[in-house]
């Protein structure tokens, strides 16, 4: 995005272009560019647009906020869905900080969920167009704060409570997995967490690069894996977490929750459970299992079993209705028997995929069904199931 433009769009023939763009959205680009450049230049009907379209696309992370708000295409698809950033500042909150340093804060996703909580907020980021959307993003909430061009590595952040920092991990050829390779490197990151620190990174970080005496924590908003987050210091309460976010709320598992010994394996009851993606990441499956009092049905799976109903917002549970065939031939003659048309396939353990095994059961009935497809005691298993 060039940086001439965004700025001039925030001006008030800017704000008359934008608003007049986004009364436009349902037309065809082309058709839109057609009426919006009768009386506006090419440049700034290129920037309003693409505001409008980010907008729209923004809303599936910042909800009603998006309209208000500014972004850039790869700003946004780094940032923080809303909910993530908001128990973020939560945490932050409740530790009573007063104050943060985002540094390389992007398009201002955290530094808006930290100011909206009261705390002195202030960004850096090298790139000046993210700095000027960040800016523009804290004006357009009334938030106060302050953004600045800067190298993230070389700021003085001592003077804050909390040091934040989310590394770029995507480069000109895509997703970054080496942390070497990130922006700021690991080397910066490792710096960070020996001070009162809170740093993002990918959710596949493997549990021995996380520093001794940091916090891990994985955190999933509606059944999605959206990221993990290392806490340092005082931070820093124990050393897993899985948190789950939920349209009621969210709740919390650490391995302070881990049954001693561990979850047992034991035989398929009658319900199986299935949980949440964060729990699996943070390594916690074992507490699930202890809180629904069940076991394991395979030590290796991520699944669990009880003769107990539960509700537990860490883990979707099912109805074990009866065990099927796991081959093929014989579990497309036993779906077609029971009349299955519409089938949903959960998987965990073996090498199917759902997609392909779904068109090689060509089933046509009329009845809908979910089976599960994995390994009990090392073995290839099929369980018919109903969620509840």
């Not at 709740?251 to 699996?280: C, K, M, Q, S």
């Not at 949903?344 to 353990?349: E, L």
């Amino acid at each position: 995005m060039d940086l001439d433009a965004f700025t001039w769009l925030l001006t008030d023939q800017g704000q008359r272009l934008l608003t007049r763009a986004s009364e436009l959205e349902d037309l065809e680009p082309l058709q839109a560019q057609t009426v919006l450049r009768r009386e506006w230049e090419p440049a700034h009907v290129a920037a309003a647009l693409t505001q409008v379209e980010l907008r729209r696309r923004g809303a599936a992370k910042f909800d009603d906020l998006a309209a208000r708000m500014y972004f850039t295409p790869d700003g946004l698809e780094q940032a923080t869905r809303l909910a993530v950033a908001e128990h973020r500042a939560a945490r932050l909150a409740a530790f009573r900080a007063a104050s943060l340093i985002d540094l390389g804060c992007g398009i201002g996703g955290d530094l808006l969920a930290a100011a909206r909580v009261g705390l002195v907020a202030a960004g850096v980021d090298l790139d000046p167009v993210r700095v000027a959307v960040a800016r523009a993003n804290l004006a357009a909430l009334e938030l106060g704060g302050a953004v600045e061009v800067a190298d993230a590595t070389s700021v003085d952040h001592s003077p804050f409570d909390v040091a934040f920092a989310d590394p770029a991990r995507r480069g000109a050829r895509g997703r970054v997995f080496d942390v070497d390779g990130w922006t700021p490197p690991w080397s910066f990151v490792e710096s960070l967490l020996r001070r009162d620190a809170c740093v993002k990174v990918a959710p596949g970080i493997p549990h021995d690069l996380v520093p001794e005496g940091v916090e891990a924590e994985w955190v999933s908003d509606r059944g999605e894996v959206k990221e993990a987050a290392l806490w340092s210091g005082r931070l820093a309460t124990v050393r897993r977490r899985a948190t789950v976010i939920a349209a009621k709320g969210l709740a919390t598992l650490t391995d302070e929750d881990l049954p001693d010994g561990g979850a047992p394996v034991r035989p398929v009851g009658e319900f199986l459970y299935e949980p949440d993606g964060a729990v699996i990441r943070a390594g916690l499956v074992a507490a699930v299992a202890a809180g629904v009092g069940g076991g394991l049905v395979d030590e290796h799976i991520a699944y669990v079993t009880s003769d107990e109903s539960f509700r537990t917002p860490f883990a979707r549970g099912y109805r074990v209705l009866e065990e099927l065939p796991h081959r093929e031939r014989a579990l497309r003659a036993a779906l077609r028997e029971r009349g299955v048309g519409r089938l949903t396939i959960k998987k965990r353990g073996v090498s199917v995929v759902p997609e392909q095994l779904r068109r090689s059961l060509a089933l046509a009935g009329p009845n809908e069904a979910t089976i599960v497809l994995t390994r009990v005691a090392g073995e290839g298993a099929c369980f018919l199931v109903q969620p509840f």
